[in-house]
């Protein structure tokens, strides 16, 4: 066997969440690491993320009153995962919370500031165990400028302008033109950014917070970070895995590496065969470039099983009339005077629910009912009241594609969108009176504080209820868009993969959407990809330091 071109102790995989974790916690454990993106950015589909972390039992949760025990976290993981096979084992989830403040800690501990939300709902605060906020968390906003050179290569600086928002900031900010404490919301967000500029910081939020803090964190350890070098082959003896071939720009290079190697290279929301396979749809995705299942094609070709592969982190999202990103929807959908409608003009979904429980709802109902695409019926009290992303820069190109209809009343909306005009009629009708009575009796719309977290509380008797009567109208198409996949290499406790042998395969870790969540076919918070992608690298590298 030719010789290696390079040893390190610990080969990483990738730059998002799951990628620095590891890296970042094997450099804290003494190993000499070396990072390695496909791409020509670093930060994964984590840097244009919201950046939110799901850590249910963080140490910060006392600072904002609240309280959580293990025993709690466990049972609502089993409430709202269930059984769904060894992706999410008993021992994963019990790996996943236990480690939660080792986690929090350490990346503190070294610089990371963290900011707890006390308001952010669990996203089925109503089941055994479920809270209704604390658990949730993310970074502060980073300063580009502590990057140095390097942010001109991060994927949230070529992608996003330097904006210092928060995840919880847009709870408020989404209806900061019809409520008092959105407006204020808005104006410290408002302060906050015109302070930032002022003192010449050039401060990013969201998932621009975390994967800059922790990329901070990498270059203050001394690691290397190599962009535009897959790995492209894992180089095993007996069953072990000893090193990888890392194609760069100048070459192949053999890469031995002594503790380990960690795949933290996202999913496959980009590759359309996969999609097309495993899906059934090419997909929709708010993932990046890049996101084309590469870590898991090689963890596959060392013999590593994988498991949920029909599955995504789904979302109902705004297709792009050029073909580009689809938009996530999260509050548009949720807040007052809105419906999803089927393509025969009939509701089928509670449209306030997590974004996974609406992307499934679209995808189930459409084996029955066309419903890709479906639409969003919008009063147009809702859109003079609230943020609509997807039309911040207008509506001219999504008229033009057809994408976004508009009609002065329901009867003539319904012929536009190809929709029976009696049908939408009874059903805009129908909602109407539940709007007035404050209950939605066909889908329990309104009825938790995840429901609420997104509604409005000046529109009574509840807030995500508001009737359809206020015209023009509009209707904009819909589609299962997802934030990436949630299938890949199964893996263990320690994020060791398995062997389609089932048993863990000496040396190969992996973390993140290139393996098979923890967390199954449900969403239990918001930050539910992040968090255990942050863990299960934390893991990797804790275990890989440990082995002789």
Not at 412 to 441: C, H, K, M, W, Y
Not at 464 to 478: C, D, H, I, R, S
Request: charged share 20%; aromatic share 8%.
């Amino acid at each position: 066997m030719p010789g290696w071109d390079r040893e390190v102790d610990l080969l990483v995989a990738g730059s998002g969440a799951a990628a620095l974790s590891a890296a970042v916690t094997g450099a804290s454990e003494g190993l000499e690491v070396l990072v390695v993106e496909s791409t020509d950015r670093w930060g994964g589909t984590t840097a244009i993320s919201g950046g939110g972390l799901w850590m249910p039992g963080h140490p910060g949760m006392a600072a904002i009153g609240k309280q959580d025990s293990t025993d709690d976290i466990l049972r609502y993981m089993q409430e709202t995962i269930g059984d769904v096979g060894p992706a999410s084992s008993p021992e994963r989830r019990r790996a996943f919370v236990e480690s939660v403040p080792a986690v929090y800690r350490l990346f503190e501990g070294l610089g990371l500031e963290w900011a707890p939300s006390k308001d952010y709902p669990d996203y089925y605060p109503d089941k055994p165990g479920g809270m209704a906020g604390g658990r949730s968390i993310e970074a502060k906003p980073f300063d580009a400028r502590l990057l140095g050179e390097d942010a001109k290569t991060w994927r949230t600086a070529d992608m996003l302008p330097p904006i210092p928002i928060k995840t919880d900031d847009v709870w408020l900010i989404s209806r900061a033109w019809s409520t008092a404490d959105g407006f204020i919301r808005g104006a410290k967000f408002f302060f906050r950014t015109v302070g930032g500029f002022a003192t010449g910081k050039k401060l990013f939020g969201l998932g621009g917070g975390y994967t800059g803090g922790l990329m901070a964190i990498v270059k203050d350890q001394g690691t290397e970070v190599m962009l535009s070098s897959p790995v492209t082959s894992l180089i095993k003896e007996g069953d072990a895995v000893v090193g990888a071939e890392v194609t760069t720009p100048s070459g192949v290079l053999r890469v031995k590496a002594r503790k380990g190697v960690v795949l933290g290279t996202g999913g496959f929301a980009r590759n359309k065969g996969w999609r097309l396979e495993h899906h059934g749809i090419e997909g929709y995705t708010s993932a990046p470039e890049g996101d084309v299942g590469s870590g898991i094609q090689v963890g596959i070709d060392a013999g590593g099983a994988v498991a949920l592969m029909d599955d995504a982190w789904w979302g109902a999202s705004i297709p792009d009339p050029e073909g580009g990103d689809a938009t996530f929807l999260v509050a548009e959908r949720s807040m007052p005077f809105t419906i999803f409608v089927d393509q025969e003009g009939r509701r089928f979904t509670n449209e306030s629910a997590s974004y996974i429980d609406v992307g499934h709802d679209i995808l189930e109902h459409h084996r029955t009912v066309p419903s890709i695409p479906c639409w969003m019926i919008i009063d147009r009290r809702h859109r003079h009241r609230y943020l609509f992303n997807a039309f911040l820069t207008g509506t001219k190109r999504y008229k033009e594609a057809g994408i976004l209809v508009e009609a002065d009343t329901i009867e003539e909306l319904a012929p536009r969108i190809g929709v029976d005009p009696s049908v939408l009629a009874q059903t805009v009708e129908r909602f109407n009176g539940f709007a007035r009575a404050g209950v939605d009796e066909d889908f329990d719309r309104g009825r938790t504080a995840y429901d609420n977290y997104y509604g409005d509380p000046t529109v009574r008797p509840n807030p995500n209820l508001g009737t359809l009567e206020k015209g023009p109208f509009q209707a904009v198409q819909v589609v299962p868009g997802d934030l990436g996949t949630k299938g890949g290499l199964l893996t263990d406790e320690h994020a060791r993969v398995i062997s389609t042998q089932g048993a863990p395969i000496p040396g190969l870790y992996a973390s993140g959407n290139a393996t098979a969540s923890v967390m199954g076919r449900t969403y239990p918070g918001a930050g539910s990809t992040i968090a255990p992608a942050t863990v299960f690298g934390y893991l990797a590298a804790k275990h890989a330091a440990a082995r002789a």
